[in-house]
Every structure is written in structure tokens, then in C-alpha cells.
């Protein structure tokens, strides 16, 4: 059994920062593509950044050079550090990671908010 804990999640003024984070546990033996998602009401879940097992890393156009995804292996952790928030940026944020027990698989967490107001 896997589990994904979300944390850091919170009420940020606008040009704020908060840092997500995400631990997966579980019998796990490996971990390839981590990522964040996000939704808001009536809208698809889109993603908002991704690392892959080598390090690289890819943003939607939205959050670039604002928030940054990194990750610590020897704690199946993932990050995401989010900088000069805006308004646009509250939403529900997923971590998604792509991992493998007996059986390779892609794992979702429970979300957390992240609300961004004055």
C-alpha cells in the first residue's frame, strides 16, 4: 500500500511564498516522474510542474520563473517552492508521482489549498 501525505498548503497574502510538500510511503522501490497539479471549480486539473528521476524539470507558462519543483530521493519526498504568488494561483494542489512496488503505477494525493488574498 502507498501513501501520499500533502503538506504546506495554506492562506498566503498575494507576493507571498509557500512550500509544498509531498512524502510517499509504502513498499516502494522505485520512483520516476514526480510532479504538481492543480485544479479550481469547474475547471480540469492542470499541471503546474515536473521533475523527472534525472532532475530535469518542466513548468506550465504560468508559474515560470516563480515557483520551483525539486525533490530529496532518500525521503520519496517532492517540493514546490512558490514564489510572488498571485490571486490566479488559489487552487487545490496535487502532488502525482509515477512509482513502483510489485507493480509500476502513478499515485495522487490527497491535495491541499492554497489560498492566495489580501
Known amino acids: 500500500q502507498v501513501q501520499l501525505v500533502e503538506s504546506g498548503g495554506g492562506l498566503v497574502q498575494p507576493g507571498g511564498s509557500l512550500r509544498l510538500s509531498c512524502a510517499a510511503s509504502g513498499s516502494i522501490l522505485s520512483i520516476y516522474a514526480m510532479g504538481w497539479y492543480r485544479q479550481t471549480p469547474g475547471k480540469q486539473r492542470e499541471l503546474v510542474a515536473a521533475?523527472?528521476?534525472?532532475?530535469?524539470?518542466n513548468y506550465a507558462d504560468s508559474v515560470k520563473d516563480r515557483f520551483t519543483i525539486s525533490r530529496e530521493n532518500a525521503k520519496n519526498t517532492v517540493y514546490l517552492q512558490m514564489n510572488s504568488l498571485k490571486p490566479e494561483d488559489t487552487a487545490v494542489y496535487y502532488c502525482?508521482?509515477?512509482?513502483?512496488?510489485?507493480?509500476?503505477?502513478?499515485?495522487w494525493g490527497q491535495g491541499t489549498q492554497v489560498t492566495v488574498s489580501s
Open positions: 502525482n508521482i509515477d512509482l513502483r512496488t510489485i507493480y509500476r503505477g502513478v499515485y
Open positions: 521533475i523527472t528521476s534525472g532532475g530535469s524539470t
